[in-house]
C-alpha cells in the first residue's frame, strides 16, 4: 500500500497524500469491475474504439507502471536499515525488483494492448472516406433513421483470380431501436437490372464480360477490373462501391457502408475469440466437389457443436450437401452466433491474435470516428432488439427468380420486412414509386412494430422471420 513506509518514518503529509491516491485507485478499479456486468460497459466501450482515448490510456498506464515502480523503490529506500549484511542486502534488493517486475508487467501488456488496439483500428477504418455519407460525430444518426452496411465475404484464394463475394447480406439497422433486418442475396443472381448510368453497358442485364457467368459474386472483381465503372475510386475500393451500388438498386435501399471479410482469413478470428458454437442440421461436407469426383477430407457432424476457425469457415462455406439458399442461412446463423459469444474478456485476452487477423482479413469505408456510436448500437441490438432474415430463396418467396430478377418484386419484398408488414396501405405507400431514385432511398418504419412473419409473395405479408427462430436447434 503506498505511503505506509513514508508515514513509519515520520513523512506523513506525503505518505497520507500517497495512501489517498492508491485507495483512489482502488475504489477506481473496484467500480469498474462491478459496474461493467450492470451495465457501464456501455459508457465504457465507445471509449475502447476512439484513438484520442486510447492513446491516452495508453500512456496514463505508462505512467502509473513509472510511479507504481518509483512508489515501491522510495518506500524501500526510507526503511532500509543503513547497515545490513551482504546476503540481507541481496534479498532485500532482489524482492523490491521482484515487486517493481510484478507491478509493472501487467501494465506495460495492458499499454501494449490498448496500443495494438488502436493501430489495428486505425489500419482497417479509415480516417476520411468519401464512399460514405458525411456524419455529425456528435449525433451521427440524426438525419439516419436506418443504416444499412453491405456485409460481404470475400472467397478469395491462391486458386482464384482477385475476391468473388460469395456471401452478400444487407444488415438494415434501426439506429433508435437497434431492430435489424438481415437482407441476403444469393451469389448466383444472373442477369439482374442495373442502375441507369451503367444500362448502356449492359442493357438486357448484367451479363460481366465475355467469358464471365455473369453472376452477383462477380461484380466485386468486375469494379476492380474496370477503373472507369466506378470514377473516382482506388483499387481496393472500386469492387465494394460497385457492389454497394448494384445491391442497393436490387433492393431499393441506400446502401451507406460495407464490411468485407476474406474468408480465408475469418478462420484465424474465429480462433482468436476461442471458437464459436453453433447448432449443425445436417452433416457438412469439408472440402471436396462432388462434380469432379473429389471426395470430402472431413464432416461436420449435426448436433450443438463447439467450432474452431477451420470449422466454423467450412459450415460457412459448404454448399454440396445442400444448396447456396441454405448456406446464406447458415452464413447469418454463424454471424449471430460469434456476435452473442465473443465476450469482452475473451477478446481482451486474446487482443494480439485478433488485431493480426483483423487486419489481414477486414477490409471497410466505417470511418473511424462512427465507431463510438456504432458501438452503442450494437449493444441496443444485443440488449434484445429484433433481428430478422429475408433470404431471397425462390422456394420461400414465390415469385422471386435468380435468373432476370424482378427489381420492384425485390424491393417490395425489403420495404415490407423493414416496415414490418404491419399495414398493408402503409407498406403500398412505401413501394409505390421504387423507380424514382436509381441509387434507393433508406425505408423508414413505422412506428408499429412487426407482426408474425409469414412465407408468400409480397403483397401478403411479411417475409421476414426471426433470426433467433431461424437459428433455434430444432429437435432431432
Known amino acids: 500500500m503506498w505511503g505506509i513506509a513514508h508515514v513509519r518514518v515520520g513523512r506523513r503529509p506525503a505518505g497520507?497524500?500517497?495512501?489517498?491516491?492508491?485507495?483512489?485507485?482502488?475504489?477506481?478499479?473496484?467500480?469498474?469491475?462491478?459496474?461493467?456486468?450492470?451495465?457501464?460497459?456501455?459508457?465504457?466501450a465507445p471509449i475502447a474504439v476512439e484513438r484520442v482515448w486510447l492513446n491516452g490510456i495508453t500512456l496514463g498506464i505508462l505512467v502509473l507502471a513509472f510511479v507504481w515502480s518509483t512508489v515501491v523503490i522510495r518506500s524501500y529506500q526510507l526503511v532500509r536499515p543503513d547497515e545490513l549484511p551482504t546476503v540481507a542486502r541481496l534479498l532485500s534488493g532482489t524482492l523490491v525488483l521482484v515487486l517493481v517486475v510484478g507491478v509493472c508487467a501487467p501494465m506495460v501488456y495492458a499499454a501494449n494492448a490498448t496500443y495494438v488496439l488502436r493501430n489495428t483500428l486505425q489500419d482497417i477504418f479509415p480516417g476520411d472516406d468519401r464512399s460514405g455519407p458525411g456524419i455529425d460525430a456528435a449525433d451521427p444518426w440524426q438525419n439516419l433513421p436506418r443504416v444499412n452496411i453491405l456485409l460481404l465475404g470475400g472467397d478469395g484464394g491462391k486458386s482464384r483470380t482477385g475476391i468473388r463475394t460469395d456471401s452478400m447480406t444487407v444488415a438494415s439497422i434501426d439506429t433508435k431501436t437497434g431492430d435489424t433486418v438481415l437482407i441476403s442475396l444469393p451469389r448466383a443472381l444472373q442477369r439482374f437490372q442495373m442502375p441507369p448510368r451503367l444500362r448502356s453497358r449492359w442493357p438486357n442485364g448484367y451479363t460481366g464480360d465475355p467469358g464471365d457467368q455473369g453472376l452477383l459474386n462477380e461484380l466485386y472483381i468486375m469494379g476492380e477490373r474496370h477503373p472507369g465503372l466506378t470514377p473516382g475510386y482506388r483499387a481496393g475500393r472500386r469492387g465494394p462501391q460497385l457492389l454497394k451500388e448494384v445491391i442497393g438498386y436490387l433492393v431499393g435501399l441506400k446502401i451507406h457502408y460495407y464490411v468485407l471479410v476474406n474468408l480465408a482469413g475469418f478462420k484465424d478470428i474465429v480462433n482468436a475469440i476461442g471458437g464459436v458454437r453453433v447448432h449443425v442440421e445436417k452433416r457438412l461436407p469439408i472440402g471436396g466437389d462432388p462434380a469432379r469426383g473429389l471426395p470430402p477430407v472431413g464432416y461436420i457432424e449435426p448436433g450443438t457443436r463447439k467450432l474452431d476457425g477451420e470449422k466454423a469457415l467450412w459450415y460457412g462455406r459448404s454448399r454440396h450437401a445442400d444448396d447456396d439458399f441454405r448456406r446464406m442461412d447458415r452464413q447469418k446463423c454463424l454471424m449471430k452466433a460469434i456476435a452473442d459469444?465473443?465476450?469482452?474478456?475473451?477478446?481482451?485476452?486474446?487482443?494480439?491474435?485478433?488485431a493480426a487477423a483483423a487486419k489481414?482479413?477486414?477490409?471497410?469505408?466505417?470511418?473511424?470516428?462512427?465507431?463510438?456510436a456504432l458501438v452503442d448500437l450494437a449493444s441496443t441490438v444485443k440488449r434484445g432488439a429484433q433481428v430478422r432474415s429475408l433470404p431471397f430463396d425462390p422456394s420461400r418467396l414465390a415469385g422471386f427468380r435468380v435468373y432476370q430478377?424482378?427489381?420492384l418484386f425485390m424491393r417490395a419484398v425489403t420495404a415490407k420486412a423493414i416496415t414490418g408488414g404491419a399495414q398493408a396501405?402503409?407498406?403500398?405507400?412505401?413501394t409505390a414509386r421504387p423507380g424514382s431514385s436509381p441509387s434507393g432511398r433508406a425505408v423508414t418504419p413505422r412506428a408499429t412494430r412487426p407482426g408474425t412473419a409469414t412465407t408468400g409473395p409480397a403483397g401478403r405479408g411479411n417475409n421476414a422471420v426471426s433470426l433467433d427462430s431461424a437459428c433455434r436447434a430444432r429437435p432431432r
Open 16 to 44: 497520507f497524500t500517497l495512501m489517498a491516491l492508491w485507495g483512489l485507485l482502488v475504489a477506481g478499479a473496484a467500480t469498474i469491475a462491478v459496474g461493467i456486468p450492470a451495465g457501464f460497459s456501455r459508457t465504457l
Open 425 to 430: 396501405g402503409a407498406a403500398k405507400t412505401s
Open 405 to 407: 430478377p424482378n427489381i
Open 360 to 372: 489481414n482479413t477486414i477490409s471497410t469505408n466505417i470511418p473511424a470516428k462512427l465507431l463510438p
Open 341 to 354: 459469444q465473443a465476450d469482452p474478456q475473451r477478446v481482451l485476452t486474446h487482443v494480439q491474435k485478433l
